[in-house]
């Protein structure tokens, strides 16, 4: 349906009779019902559908819901959403898809509050820690530096590698941060001391691509840590030992991204066009097949709780029990979903069980560089080197909207917390704040003096945001 016809406007529609009823189905967002077809008035708002699903399922009194038809959110009454599809009949079951919403609202990244100077090379990885208060960055100038976001001033340079710093990650209780440089070589920092846990870590014979560590509710003391590199190989770290304990040869070409995922598996995207699934003890659980080129970005819904799932808003304290509940709420009983982007111009979305994909996602006029599904899993967004983004449905593959503003390659995107808000980083020296409510641009952001290569927005709390680039410039950015 043309995206002009979605609109509703209230002078313009034709609205049912005040004391029609319609029978109603209500879906979650696997498609599954919640009850059988409803009678109800075309007069029930929003509110009153809210009460009607929490009396029909298991669910917390305060969590709020949304509700969708064919991707149009329910604003006011049933009423208006009818009159929004020109093909229902009144004969149908009307359908609506509820989405859990998060009972938290970021404030937009509006402006830029400090620019960080100290790295001597460009700036190729920024990761906060989970609660927003220390900013790591990785740099072509061989250092990681810490940067402490209340002061906007440095903490420590933590200096171990011998060539560039490509990609970095903290442990999930953020006691440690690994890092791979393009030498092959890993580092183990220890964030209380800033100081490298015994040596470079070495055995990968090209540069590291990806970082992960194993998810806290599968090892509570944050001890193992993967890496992948352009060598094709996956190697499982001990940080205890500082040993290689696994040495996977998953690809005959380079992999290009790794995740390990809070089911226990890890998955790589490859050169080779595919992607593998592994066990921590280096067996192949499944290989998904389906692009035509390099598989560039991959992207688990349960990303975000994976990161912040042993910590809560306005408590440092970690809370490992925490971490499974959570995850498991994420779950819903179901499986992890992947979603994959490609140099084919595609994304893909996955389920390990299965070696071929659930739905090929097709739009983008160039390659596809990054991939992210929103924290609540519902959405999915994608950066291209045709400088636009597109959002699409999480759970179904479905074209929502394209985003377009950029005028150079987008290289990076980051979600707000709550999934409200997109923040893009691209080759035209810019970052852009998108409204996924409105589905457009909400503010531009210049700064950086060259390409910005990476962003990411603090997940806890979520006031700021961070980026870095070309013109060796770390940019802290607030609300």
Not at 37 to 45: I, K, Q
Not at 298 to 322: M, P, V, W
Request: charged share 20%; net charge neutral; aromatic share 8%.
């Amino acid at each position: 349906m043309d995206q002009t016809k979605k609109k509703i406007k209230t002078n313009t529609i034709t609205l049912l009779p005040p004391d029609t009823r319609v029978f109603v189905t209500l879906f979650n967002p696997y498609g599954e019902e919640a009850q059988k077809s409803l009678e109800l008035s075309v007069n029930t708002t929003k509110e009153e559908l809210q009460q009607i699903l929490q009396s029909l399922v298991k669910t917390e009194e305060d969590q709020v819901y949304t509700f969708f038809h064919n991707n149009i959110e329910l604003v006011d009454t049933l009423n208006q959403l009818i009159a929004s599809d020109p093909e229902y009949k009144l004969e149908n079951t009307f359908s609506l898809t509820y989405h859990p919403q998060s009972l938290f609202r970021i404030q937009p990244i509006t402006r830029q509050t400090a620019a960080l100077e100290g790295h001597e090379q460009p700036v190729l990885c920024v990761q906060f820690r989970t609660h927003g208060d220390v900013l790591a960055t990785g740099s072509g100038d061989t250092t990681i530096r810490l940067w402490d976001m209340l002061t906007e001033t440095p903490i420590a340079t933590l200096k171990g590698h011998r060539n560039w710093v490509l990609c970095l990650a903290w442990s999930p209780d953020c006691k440690y941060i690994a890092s791979g440089s393009h030498d092959g070589q890993v580092c183990i920092w220890d964030v209380e001391t800033n100081q490298l846990k015994g040596q470079p870590l070495i055995g990968h014979t090209k540069w590291v691509t990806s970082i992960a560590w194993q998810p806290m509710h599968l090892d509570e003391e944050c001890t193992l840590v993967a890496s992948s590199s352009k060598d094709g190989s996956v190697r499982i770290w001990s940080r205890t030992s500082l040993s290689c304990l696994i040495s996977i040869n998953a690809h005959q070409k380079a992999i290009t991204k790794m995740l390990w995922g809070g089911q226990g598996y890890i998955y790589t995207a490859s050169e080779d066009t595919t992607i593998g699934v592994w066990n921590k003890s280096g067996k192949r659980v499944q290989e998904l097949k389906g692009h035509g080129h390099w598989v560039n970005s991959i992207a688990l819904h349960t990303d975000y709780t994976l990161r912040c799932a042993c910590f809560s808003e306005g408590n440092i304290e970690i809370n490992r029990k925490q971490a499974k509940v959570l995850y498991d709420k994420m779950l819903s009983g179901k499986n992890e979903r992947l979603v994959s982007a490609s140099d084919d111009q595609t994304l893909m979305l996955w389920e390990y069980t299965s070696s071929k994909p659930k739905v090929r996602m097709t739009g983008h006029q160039q390659q596809v560089n990054h991939v992210q599904f929103s924290p609540d899993g519902r959405y999915i967004v994608s950066a291209s080197f045709d400088k636009s983004l597109r959002i699409w449905d999480g759970y179904n593959g479905n074209w929502i909207a394209t985003l377009r503003g950029h005028v150079g390659s987008v290289y990076q995107v980051s979600w707000s917390s709550d999934s409200r808000y997109m923040l893009s980083a691209s080759k035209d020296s810019t970052l852009k704040l998108w409204s996924l409510q409105k589905k457009k641009l909400a503010f531009d952001l210049p700064g950086h003096a060259d390409e910005v290569y990476a962003v990411d927005w603090a997940p806890i709390g979520g006031e700021k945001a961070g980026s870095g680039g070309k013109d060796r410039r770390v940019k802290i950015w607030r609300h």
